[in-house]
């Protein structure tokens, strides 16, 4: 292994670091060592972690050691460590969803995803920082405002801002989070790292504490699209013990196996909508969107503009029927105690309660007018480009954001693209293509149709190959 790699060694992909293991150039105990030396210097200050299980980590990092040199590793994933956000249920591990209700639930079952990474050799490092039972973007939870690496005064979004930190700071090699409006896709666009929210169904809800019951996605944050990838592979497909209201039966792709075949976009298509998406984007993160779709079609891409109709439905849409299906699962406990619920997570919570029968069903119809709309343009192009956030991160605490030289909402502007994908269950990927003027990471957003996973993660992986990004170190 070259000086570099070791002096990089916290930053490299989780499929660097795998390949690496496997030729038994680095162990399993070298990179969990790292992984907690960092941790034990930034997670403090930064409200990443919300525990961290050091003593099973050096535990599980000898015994994949040992399983290894006998007999190589077993997954991409073995002998690598990874997070979870603290909305993932642990056996015997504090689950605390972000939440005083919670700050002593110790389950006694792992979430379906937990287990699989688990079977795949992965090293749990520990929980990471989520907003409030996962519902606003801030990140804040009973345990503290968490921070983005690239400037502790900027936002690193939510409600996964724990696990994004966690990767763009070497803290972790890959980190479960969770989506239910923007919730990966924001913090790993504001932190500078890779997500994905993969289609509805494809990742099983089993032991993850839920926010909306229709809108509710797992998925991974990680370094690169082909780390994604990985993590899909061991983690999607059918469950038994999934409660989602339209699990996937099928067979899943072979998510790694078909990116690696992928070296451009000859034949590609890829749409550019031309309302909403780009109607309130701010100027820099404008330019740098389309220089990176300007780059895709240097990859053989073509691109075709799109007039999404309906689109401005969504911010209201999406809205009604997440703060609905919320304050049902909440009911409760809101009915009990709501002086233990944050503020603003309280005010979103009776929003759902007092929302008529006539107004919830009023928006399950325009979301199915919305499909309609979204799946007859995104059949005409392999992916569609987008904007991840209208804005890079914003001051925390904020409460109007500038952009095109008007005062904007933060928490509106936040969520404004990233809202579409949770409410109809289709793909979203974001990866990082570019730095504005203050030094703050901007995000792609690609997306598909439902089911169509796969295509976005080549075009993603196509884009990457051929303009990596800086990484913080």
């Not at 907003?131 to 502790?152: C, D, H, K, M, V």
């Not at 993850?208 to 998925?219: A, K, N, Q, R, T």
């Not at 007039?307 to 849409?317: F, Q």
């Not at 990457?464 to 800086?470: D, V």
Request: hydrophobic share 40%.
């Amino acid at each position: 292994m070259s000086e570099a790699t070791k002096a990089g060694l916290a930053m490299l992909t989780m499929a660097q670091a795998s390949a690496l293991v496997g030729k038994k150039e680095i162990s399993p105990v070298e990179l969990t060592e790292e992984c907690l030396s960092r941790i034990k210097d930034k997670s403090e200050d930064l409200v990443c972690y919300v525990t961290v299980l050091e003593e099973q980590a050096r535990k599980d990092a000898k015994k994949a050691e040992s399983e290894i040199a006998a007999a190589g590793q077993k997954s991409p994933l073995h002998g690598i460590p990874f997070a979870l956000k603290d909305i993932y249920c642990t056996k015997g591990v504090l689950t605390s969803a972000g939440s005083p209700f919670f700050s002593d639930y110790y389950p006694d079952f792992d979430s379906t995803v937990g287990r699989r990474l688990a079977a795949a050799g992965g090293i749990l490092l520990g929980k990471t920082n989520t907003s409030e039972w996962a519902l606003t973007i801030s990140s804040r939870s009973y345990f503290g405002q968490s921070r983005n690496p690239w400037n502790p005064e900027r936002a690193p979004g939510g409600s996964s801002g724990g696990s994004a930190i966690a990767v763009a700071a070497g803290m972790a090699y890959m980190a479960m989070g969770s989506d239910t409006g923007c919730s990966i896709r924001l913090p790993a666009a504001f932190c500078g790292v890779a997500g994905f929210k993969p289609s509805y169904g494809l990742i099983s809800l089993y032991g993850i504490v839920p926010l909306s019951y229709s809108m509710d996605h797992p998925g991974p944050i990680a370094r690169s699209v082909m780390d994604l990838a990985l993590t899909m592979d061991l983690i999607s497909g059918f469950d038994p013990l999934d409660p989602c209201a339209d699990r996937f039966a099928g067979q899943p792709a072979q998510f790694a196996a078909e990116l690696a075949k992928t070296r451009d976009l000859k034949g590609k298509v890829i749409g550019v909508p031309s309302n909403f998406f780009f109607d309130r984007t701010d100027t820099e993160v404008e330019e740098l969107v389309l220089k990176a779709i300007d780059k895709l079609k240097a990859l053989g891409a073509k691109a075709e503009y799109l007039e999404i109709p309906y689109m401005d439905w969504m911010p209201e849409v999406s809205s009604k029927i997440l703060f609905a299906e919320a304050a049902h699962f909440h009911k409760e406990r809101l009915a009990e105690r709501p002086e233990l619920f944050g503020e603003v997570e309280r005010q979103r919570l009776e929003r759902g309660t007092a929302e008529t029968a006539v107004e919830l069903v009023d928006a399950l119809r325009k979301r199915e007018i919305i499909r309609r709309a979204w799946e007859e343009a995104a059949a005409k192009v392999d992916a569609v480009a987008v904007p991840t956030t209208p804005v890079a991160a914003f001051k925390l605490g904020c409460d109007t954001v500038m952009a095109k030289g008007i005062a904007e909402p933060c928490a509106d502007m936040a969520v404004r693209h990233c809202r579409m994908g949770t409410t109809l269950g289709v793909p979203g990927l974001t990866v990082p293509v570019g730095i504005n003027s203050e030094g703050l990471p901007v995000g792609m957003m690609l997306m598909s149709n439902r089911y169509r996973d796969l295509e976005v993660l080549k075009v993603g992986w196509a884009y990457e190959q051929a303009n990596p990004f800086e990484r913080l170190l």
